[in-house]
């Protein structure tokens, strides 16, 4: 039954259940569950994944991170392509579609042979990621909130440390069934899943009677349910809007300073502490100590965002991100290792649903996608070739010292400009 068969009343009953629920929470668990499954397979898990590739082919960790760099070209180049679609298809359809690529990526996956296979198989689950995974999912958040959205997306990006929880579940498989079983159950799992979980999706508060946050309609006429958002809610940019303000650089560019160090670890960081002596176990429990520390981090982010101006606190996640990569790059010992992953848990913790909710506080959800997308795209382009340089410079000097200190300046200096960001007093003409 389509949603334009039901009464008004009808459709706002839908969003709530029993229990007087606001439908939007659970789209927060739907969503954090998603997410957790991305990042157990392409973020939190990747370096685990590598390792295995690693022992079996003996691949250099230059030749795996090229992969890695390609996949970023093809994200800078489908980022706004991709935000496009959400925003004109609806999330459910990507999201749909976006797992099950994903899914048989990770098929192909579990039957590589050859280093050139690696790099077409990660294209593969990169397409997949990129239409239904993180852009797609926190869309989808951004459209049921507002007043709460720091919260809210701060609840579902849980999934992100939930996925380094898992991480040792992953190097346990590696070791004891190998990279192939591995990949394959993931696969089969994601496509599974992604069917009945799909059919939970509602994109939007307003295709049942219903604002953000679960208010109701002023007027529940669906004709007029867009004027009385454009008058009563939040401004709604466009695209080319969004463009002419100076505060979408301003936040692109700290955007692009802080994800330069994390997307670097996400493949870097396992390997590098099997460097200092760690076993692959051990390091599972690094990545699940700095997550166990992420998780009351991000609900605190949320919160305290939701009551406070974004900026400031952006900046102290950021300094706190910035100084726990310092840390990582000279550590040699078990001390400095966990000093490392408690900083970072808070820092890249708290500042992960921030610097997404601080543009649905500034360019409304009209044309978030897109938006979220150009401003990815300079990032996207970064991680093409910081991964790549970290691999290379490990070569070259049998250390990751150079770049990580490297992308932790870049860090500090995307946490003073973030100080400067203001949002912007009208919708440019």
């Not at 009563?232 to 330069?260: G, K, N, W």
């Not at 410079?393 to 490297?406: K, N, R, V, W």
């Amino acid at each position: 039954m389509s949603s334009q068969q039901f009464t008004p009343e009808s459709r706002a009953k839908g969003c709530r259940l029993a229990n007087d629920v606001f439908y939007g929470w659970w789209i927060v668990g739907i969503t954090g569950f998603l997410i957790t499954l991305m990042s157990i397979s392409v973020f939190q898990g990747l370096g685990t994944l590598l390792v295995g590739l690693e022992r079996h082919f003996g691949w250099s960790r230059t030749a795996m991170s090229g992969a890695f760099s390609l996949a970023r070209a093809e994200g800078a180049v489908l980022g706004p392509i991709e935000g496009f679609l959400i925003d004109r298809f609806g999330c459910r359809r990507l999201i749909l579609v976006g797992y099950i690529i994903m899914g048989i990526g990770f098929l192909m996956f579990s039957q590589v042979d050859a280093l050139w296979q690696f790099y077409v198989v990660f294209l593969v689950i990169t397409l997949g990621g990129g239409l239904g995974g993180w852009l797609a999912n926190v869309s989808l958040v951004n459209n049921w909130f507002d007043r709460r959205r720091s919260f809210a997306l701060a609840a579902a990006m849980t999934g992100v440390h939930v996925g380094g929880f898992l991480v040792p579940v992953l190097a346990f498989g590696i070791d004891s069934h190998g990279f192939r079983w591995t990949t394959l159950g993931i696969g089969v799992f994601f496509l599974a899943i992604i069917g009945p979980v799909s059919k939970l999706i509602k994109n939007r508060p307003e295709d049942y009677g219903m604002r953000p946050d679960g208010e109701p309609l002023i007027e529940p006429d669906p004709d007029q349910v867009q004027a009385a958002l454009d008058v009563e809610y939040e401004p709604d940019f466009t695209v080319a809007q969004a463009l002419r303000t100076p505060v979408f650089y301003m936040i692109t560019v700290t955007h692009v300073s802080s994800s330069v160090s994390i997307v670097t670890l996400a493949l870097h960081l396992v390997p590098k502490l099997i460097d200092t002596g760690f076993s692959l176990a051990a390091a599972g429990v690094v990545v699940l100590t700095y997550t166990a520390v992420a998780v009351p981090a991000q609900f605190a982010a949320g919160y305290i965002a939701d009551r406070l101006p974004k900026p400031p606190v952006i900046f102290t996640l950021l300094i706190m991100q910035s100084t726990a990569i310092l840390i990582i790059a000279v550590a040699e010992t078990v001390q400095m290792v966990y000093l490392f992953a408690v900083l970072y848990g808070i820092g890249f913790g708290g500042r992960i649903p921030l610097l997404t909710a601080i543009r649905g506080d500034y360019f409304g959800r009209k044309a978030f996608a897109t938006i979220m997308g150009m401003s990815q795209l300079p990032s996207s382009l970064v991680m093409i070739g910081a991964p790549l340089f970290a691999g290379y410079m490990f070569d070259t000097t049998g250390s990751y010292a150079i770049p990580f200190i490297t992308f932790a300046m870049f860090g500090f200096l995307g946490a003073f400009l973030m100080l400067l960001v203001r949002r912007p007093s009208a919708v440019p003409a």
